[in-house]
């Protein structure tokens, strides 16, 4: 079920809300949990009911194994516990997302014709199985409190974020199902949550999927690019994506505050960067956080001299390059940004500084360069781009300028441009949440763009980091 269908706007999302406080108000607490869970597994189940034995099992494990962290062991057996848990973690990803790419590199390298699984990737197993390493490792250091197993499972299965995000910590989560101020109806937090959800709608439904096509083109159907037709593929991209997934974003966000529940900013504004620090610092904020604290702060961070720390930020970025999908081409995405990260690294010890200017036209090029391995199917389609990118293609439009510049694509193109005046220069969707005014105003603005975003709901489609 996706947040930018019908029935999920219509039908799933204002049942399950009027469900939930009608359970609230006459205090049937158990119940109203018992509906999160039933309802955000029934959410899951809807794309493919055969996945649902895995999300169970998976909660199921981490569960007992985070309550064991919390009790009374010895150092040495909680250890040994916690690094069973990240290997359970990481075998179940390893085997569904990444096992026909290592079957793929055997074959090659050995010469070997091992066949292929052919699994499907379950839908958001990237997202909750870092949630449980997380939470696995919160519990070992003693900074999370376990009420049950019903409170466990709303925490990790709450439907809002279970697909794709914000990656969430027990100890931000659970004391908000907890507070009794939650368990009654906001009217504040109702206009914040639809207006933010409208906001997101928007981005996906008019500006993502309109950019989308054209990214197609050029990226997976056109045989060679010019270099004006490059540039405004990787553009469009760099849109898509950033418009696509906050939009998705926006959406869970919205749809938590309608419960109450306020989830962690995920985007700040990533494309206004002006170092790539600063970009990682706003860009997938949540999932920047969990890097940070669970592979480049134990690896040792910063504390173990300046090379140890070229080394770690190194192998934490391809770490998030192989995170993102099971292959080379992410695999190089995440060694670029890690290799950046390492020079922005040098240069601020060193005591270089840049002008804003300069250091967010360098951080943006580099960014939009590097999109294009991580949207390419194949390396072909990233060299035929990037080849367009440094003019080796010409430099002017092709002859049959239909191609990118038809009728049609003229509304695309006025669709990009407005897309980057925004992502640029205007407030973003948490700035204005912040700045929100529940009235008249707020009402008709947020109806609208929410009625308009409506109109375009007949062009169903995924959001793009539902394949991560």
Do not use: C
Not at 6 to 27: D, E, M, N, Q, S
Not at 33 to 61: D, E, G, H, Q, R
Not at 200 to 225: E, N, R
């Amino acid at each position: 079920m996706l947040f930018n269908s019908y029935i999920y706007i219509f039908a799933f999302l204002p049942v399950v809300f009027f469900t939930y406080f009608f359970l609230l108000k006459r205090g049937m607490l158990l119940a109203s949990k018992v509906l999160l869970v039933f309802a955000s597994l029934f959410f899951y189940s809807w794309w493919n009911i055969k996945y649902l034995p895995l999300i169970l099992i998976s909660m199921f494990v981490n569960y007992a194994i985070g309550t064991a962290l919390s009790n009374n062991l010895t150092p040495k057996y909680k250890k040994h516990l916690l690094i069973f848990g990240i290997v359970f973690n990481v075998g179940l990803l390893g085997y569904f997302k990444y096992a026909d790419f290592f079957i793929q590199n055997i074959n090659f390298i050995a010469n070997t014709d091992i066949p292929l699984l052919h699994l499907a990737l379950p839908l958001a197993i990237s997202f909750f199985t870092f949630q449980q390493i997380a939470y696995l490792v919160d519990s070992y250091k003693g900074e999370t409190k376990e009420y049950d197993l019903l409170n466990y499972m709303v925490f990790v299965s709450f439907f809002p974020q279970l697909i794709a995000g914000p990656i969430v910590h027990h100890k931000e989560m659970m004391p908000q199902f907890e507070d009794k101020n939650n368990k009654k109806i906001s009217y504040k937090n109702i206009t914040a949550g639809l207006f933010i959800f409208a906001v997101g709608l928007f981005k996906k439904a008019v500006i993502a999927d309109s950019l989308s096509p054209y990214v197609a083109q050029g990226f997976d159907f056109s045989t060679h690019l010019g270099f004006l037709e490059a540039w405004s593929t990787t553009l469009a991209y760099a849109m898509q994506l950033y418009y696509d997934f906050s939009g998705y974003t926006d959406m869970a966000i919205g749809s938590a505050l309608l419960f109450n529940i306020r989830l962690p900013i995920n985007f700040n504004s990533p494309y206004k960067a002006v170092n790539i620090q600063d970009f990682w610092r706003r860009w997938h904020i949540t999932l920047s956080r969990f890097l940070r604290d669970y592979i480049y702060i134990p690896l040792g961070g910063n504390r173990k001299g300046r090379f140890r720390t070229y080394y770690n930020l190194f192998i934490t970025f391809l770490i998030g390059g192989i995170w993102h999908g099971a292959g080379w081409t992410f695999v190089f995405w995440g060694f670029l940004h890690g290799i950046g990260m390492v020079v922005h690294r040098i240069f601020k010890e060193l005591g270089y500084s840049m002008n804003r200017f300069a250091g967010w036209f360098i951080t943006f090029v580099f960014v939009n360069v590097t999109w294009v391995f991580f949207r390419a199917k194949e390396w072909d389609d990233a060299i035929k781009v990037l080849k367009g990118m440094v003019g080796l293609n010409g430099w002017m439009l092709p002859e049959n300028k239909n191609i990118f510049f038809g009728a049609d694509n003229y509304i695309t193109l006025m669709v990009l441009f407005g897309a980057m005046f925004a992502a640029l220069l205007w407030q973003n969707s948490m700035q204005m949440l912040s700045n929100l005014k529940p009235g008249l105003k707020t009402a008709v603005v947020g109806g609208g763009v929410f009625a308009f975003s409506t109109l375009f709901l007949t062009r169903v489609s995924e959001f793009l980091y539902f394949n991560f």
